[in-house]
């Protein structure tokens, strides 16, 4: 006879047991029977989600995840008949132990695991072998419970191994353990569990963030058992635009690792041993043509990333030893010119090394926040240069190709772990200022008494907006930029026509200047014309390079906000327009002018009327990428001013 785990177990036989004649009995324990108002509505309740890990001395863990689920509706019903599990075959192996359904009606159906499925799982720009296991559970009924549980064997990351032996399941990082475990969910919990045994002589040091649990210590058969639970979990409620819910949402972190500077010296000696950055003649020549005749560092610094950017193409194929942590070699890197982060950083290193500079990999999370617990929350990697005056620069060739910037913004307030030779803790980006990323329109426009508007605006960026204005040239093909450009004013009006533009003489050439576009155009019918009057939008408020102003796809109608939020960059937009309209007629609304100013943004604009012409100024400063709640109230002040400046315009005789 199997044995379940012991937190199994006894919390099954709190909500239901079976007689001789296998008819089912509740217990009042039952809380979606004792609290149906409390679960009305929802598809489905866990009522037991359990973790069992047990850790040897070479770091490895085998993990038994348990869950139990109550089907609650036909949607529930629908969502749990196929169970999948996602793992790596490089580094974890992982297997159905069992799966039982407790039917409504009291059958109790066992079935055959031998059924499971495994195979490639779906993969999207990465494709490192993934896989997926998945059993069919079949039809089920409001009021199943679904018990199963799966073991599995590894860690998260892999190394240097492509053995079928166990040493593949060893961390890269020997002897250490680490999690990080969610501790929300999608749907109500009724008692979450995580219990990790390590070997007595291991330490261990742990948090809990953003919430609270029951969290115990106790010595069992000559080990150290940690035990965290958390009861009665309902759904995490979130936020638009919020931050990462592991920056939110309650969760567990753990290592045995004592501080970040051991991670740093680890990482750093694992990529010089396997010499991931050897010189190669090849590459060599391409470095000494780049930087050719720049005696600056800075110069050449900027030629090399940006070389490495643009021409090292993402595609995460297989590429064999040196996944996971440790970076592939030069040979690899620039013979294939493709790669994920770690190949496109590990080809500016090795370029920076065979221009005579100290560069190293750097590991980071894009998307969320690493805490002072040194568990592995990373899913990036880039580069760190140390400078002439002794200070380290770090690089992101992955994310900044046809962009004016070295790191890109889109990163700033970003932790990284620079791996170099003296061990570093744990760093973070600055703040870019909003001046670094300006989008600038400044338009002249002409009304005449059809309500047809004439006139011509010239937009100028840089850093993240250039790159995001620039985008249909560095990118684009070239027959496009016509209708590309075009589509600006489409979005306007379907009437607009684009008379001219002028745009350089080679767009392309993101490191020349930032970018400049200048429209001549023409839209009939802009203006709605009735009796003796007309109405109207400031053309620079009415859609236009909207894709460039990423703060309008925040929702400012929120009045207030638990978690932080996040926007695409740190920004700053001006806009002006001079609107001339025919003599005779006078502006009916009134001249305005405000200034708001807090920690998060500042906004000035003024309109007013000068006889037979409307003056539009706006200046819209955004000063962070990541902004905490108590941020809202002043950036929602300023970008609800910022969007009143659009409404409409009339004008009469």
Same mark, same amino acid.
């Given at each position: 006879?199997?044995?379940?785990?012991?937190?199994?177990?006894?919390?099954?036989?709190?909500?239901?047991?079976?007689?001789?004649?296998?008819?089912?009995?509740?217990f009042?324990?039952?809380?979606?029977?004792?609290?149906?108002?409390?679960?009305?509505?929802?598809? *489905?309740v866990?009522?037991?989600?359990?973790?069992?890990?047990?850790?040897?001395?070479?770091?490895?863990?085998?993990?038994?995840?348990?869950?139990t689920?109550?089907i609650?509706?036909?949607?529930?019903?629908?969502?749990?008949?196929?169970?999948k599990?996602?793992?790596?075959?490089?580094?974890?192996?992982?297997v +159905?132990?069992? /799966?039982?359904? *407790?039917?409504?009606?009291?059958?109790?159906?066992n079935?055959?695991?031998?059924?499971?499925?495994?195979?490639?799982?779906?993969?999207?720009?990465?494709?490192?072998g993934?896989?997926?296991?998945?059993?069919?559970?079949?039809?089920?009924?409001?009021g199943?419970?679904?018990?199963?549980?799966?073991?599995?064997?590894? +860690?998260?990351y892999?190394?240097l191994?492509d053995n079928d032996?166990?040493?593949? +399941?060893?961390?890269?990082?020997?002897?250490? +353990?680490?999690?990080?475990?969610? !501790?929300?969910?999608?749907?109500?919990?009724?008692?979450?569990?995580?219990?990790?045994?390590?070997?007595?002589?291991k330490?261990?040091? !742990?948090?809990?963030?953003?919430?609270?649990c029951?969290?115990?210590?106790?010595?069992?058969n000559?080990?150290?058992?940690?035990?965290?639970?958390?009861?009665?979990?309902?759904p995490?409620?979130?936020?638009?635009?919020?931050?990462?819910?592991?920056?939110a949402?309650p969760?567990?972190m753990m290592?045995?690792?004592?501080?970040?500077?051991?991670k740093?010296?680890?990482?750093?000696k694992?990529?010089?041993?396997?010499k991931?950055?050897?010189?190669?003649?090849?590459?060599?020549?391409?470095?000494?043509?780049?930087?050719?005749?720049?005696?600056?560092?800075?110069?050449?610094i900027?030629?090399?990333?940006?070389?490495?950017?643009?021409?090292?193409?993402?595609?995460?194929?297989?590429?064999?030893?040196?996944?996971?942590?440790?970076?592939?070699?030069t040979?690899?890197?620039?013979?294939?010119?493709c790669? /994920?982060?770690?190949d496109?950083?590990g080809?500016?290193?090795?370029?920076?090394?065979?221009?005579?500079?100290?560069?190293?990999?750097?590991?980071?999370?894009?998307?969320?926040?690493?805490?002072s617990?040194?568990?592995d929350?990373?899913?990036?990697?880039?580069?760190?240069?140390?400078l002439?005056?002794?200070?380290y620069m770090?690089?992101?060739?992955?994310w900044?190709?046809?962009?004016?910037?070295l790191?890109?913004?889109?990163?700033?307030?970003?932790?990284?772990?620079?791996?170099?030779?003296?061990?570093?803790?744990?760093?973070?980006?600055?703040?870019?200022?909003?001046?670094?990323?300006?989008?600038?329109?400044?338009?002249n426009?002409k009304?005449?008494?059809?309500?047809?508007?004439?006139?011509?605006f010239?937009?100028?960026?840089?850093g993240?907006?250039d790159s995001?204005?620039?985008?249909?040239?560095?990118?684009?093909w070239?027959?496009?930029?016509h209708?590309?450009?075009?589509?600006?004013?489409?979005? /306007?009006?379907?009437?607009?026509h684009?008379?001219?533009?002028?745009?350089?003489?080679?767009?392309?050439?993101y490191?020349?200047a930032?970018?400049?576009?200048? !429209?001549?155009?023409?839209?009939?019918?802009?203006?709605v014309a009735?009796?003796?009057?007309?109405?109207?939008?400031?053309?620079?408020?009415?859609?236009?390079?909207?894709?460039?102003?990423?703060?309008?796809r925040i929702?400012?109608d929120?009045?207030?906000?638990? *978690?932080?939020?996040?926007?695409?960059?740190?920004?700053?937009?001006?806009?002006n327009?001079?609107?001339?309209f025919?003599?005779?007629y006078?502006?009916?609304?009134?001249?305005r002018?405000?200034?708001?100013?807090?920690n998060?943004?500042?906004?000035?604009?003024?309109l007013?009327?000068?006889?037979?012409?409307v003056?539009?100024?706006?200046?819209?400063?955004?000063?962070?990428r990541?902004?905490?709640?108590?941020?809202?109230?002043?950036?929602r002040?300023?970008?609800?001013?910022?969007?009143?400046y659009?409404?409409?315009?009339?004008?009469?005789?």
């Amino acid at each position: 006879m199997k044995i379940l785990p012991i937190t199994v177990l006894s919390f099954l036989t709190t909500v239901v047991c079976f007689g001789q004649n296998g008819q089912s009995c509740r217990f009042a324990s039952d809380p979606t029977l004792q609290k149906p108002e409390l679960y009305a509505g929802f598809d *489905y309740v866990n009522l037991l989600d359990s973790t069992s890990v047990t850790v040897q001395p070479s770091g490895s863990g085998s993990f038994a995840i348990c869950k139990t689920v109550k089907i609650m509706d036909m949607k529930g019903a629908l969502e749990n008949r196929v169970l999948k599990y996602d793992y790596d075959p490089l580094t974890a192996h992982a297997v +159905f132990h069992r /799966v039982t359904i *407790y039917k409504a009606n009291g059958d109790v159906i066992n079935l055959d695991i031998t059924k499971t499925y495994d195979y490639v799982a779906p993969a999207r720009a990465i494709y490192w072998g993934a896989r997926q296991i998945m059993m069919e559970v079949g039809h089920l009924d409001p009021g199943d419970i679904i018990d199963y549980q799966i073991d599995k064997k590894g +860690f998260t990351y892999a190394l240097l191994t492509d053995n079928d032996d166990e040493s593949r +399941f060893v961390p890269p990082m020997q002897g250490q +353990f680490y999690d990080i475990v969610p !501790f929300w969910e999608d749907q109500p919990t009724i008692r979450k569990v995580y219990k990790v045994s390590i070997p007595m002589e291991k330490e261990m040091q !742990f948090q809990f963030y953003q919430g609270s649990c029951m969290s115990s210590m106790r010595y069992e058969n000559g080990r150290k058992a940690y035990t965290f639970i958390s009861t009665d979990v309902m759904p995490f409620k979130k936020e638009p635009n919020m931050v990462d819910l592991y920056d939110a949402a309650p969760k567990l972190m753990m290592s045995s690792t004592p501080c970040w500077q051991d991670k740093s010296l680890w990482f750093n000696k694992v990529n010089e041993d396997y010499k991931s950055f050897t010189k190669l003649p090849e590459a060599q020549k391409k470095v000494d043509e780049l930087i050719k005749g720049k005696t600056d560092e800075m110069e050449k610094i900027a030629v090399l990333t940006h070389w490495v950017a643009d021409n090292i193409r993402y595609a995460g194929i297989t590429m064999g030893k040196g996944e996971g942590f440790t970076l592939h070699t030069t040979t690899m890197d620039y013979t294939d010119r493709c790669g /994920v982060c770690k190949d496109i950083a590990g080809t500016l290193i090795s370029f920076l090394r065979m221009a005579g500079f100290q560069a190293y990999p750097a590991m980071t999370m894009a998307g969320s926040r690493i805490e002072s617990i040194p568990a592995d929350h990373f899913n990036h990697c880039v580069v760190v240069v140390k400078l002439s005056n002794g200070t380290y620069m770090p690089l992101d060739p992955t994310w900044v190709p046809f962009c004016r910037e070295l790191w890109s913004s889109a990163e700033q307030q970003q932790n990284y772990l620079p791996g170099i030779p003296e061990g570093s803790d744990l760093c973070i980006t600055p703040i870019s200022s909003p001046e670094n990323h300006y989008v600038r329109i400044n338009a002249n426009n002409k009304i005449d008494t059809k309500g047809t508007l004439t006139g011509q605006f010239t937009i100028t960026a840089e850093g993240q907006s250039d790159s995001n204005v620039r985008r249909i040239f560095t990118r684009g093909w070239q027959s496009q930029w016509h209708n590309d450009l075009e589509s600006q004013l489409l979005t /306007v009006s379907p009437k607009a026509h684009l008379i001219s533009v002028d745009y350089g003489k080679d767009p392309k050439n993101y490191q020349a200047a930032p970018i400049k576009i200048t !429209f001549h155009y023409e839209i009939p019918e802009y203006a709605v014309a009735a009796d003796d009057a007309m109405l109207f939008k400031p053309l620079v408020m009415n859609n236009l390079y909207n894709s460039v102003k990423s703060f309008l796809r925040i929702n400012t109608d929120l009045n207030t906000r638990l *978690y932080g939020f996040k926007d695409a960059c740190s920004r700053l937009v001006e806009l002006n327009e001079n609107i001339q309209f025919p003599a005779g007629y006078k502006l009916l609304n009134s001249d305005r002018h405000d200034s708001k100013q807090s920690n998060a943004a500042d906004f000035e604009g003024s309109l007013r009327g000068e006889g037979n012409k409307v003056v539009l100024h706006e200046k819209l400063t955004l000063k962070k990428r990541v902004y905490e709640a108590h941020d809202w109230d002043g950036f929602r002040t300023a970008v609800n001013t910022y969007k009143s400046y659009g409404n409409y315009l009339i004008i009469n005789k």
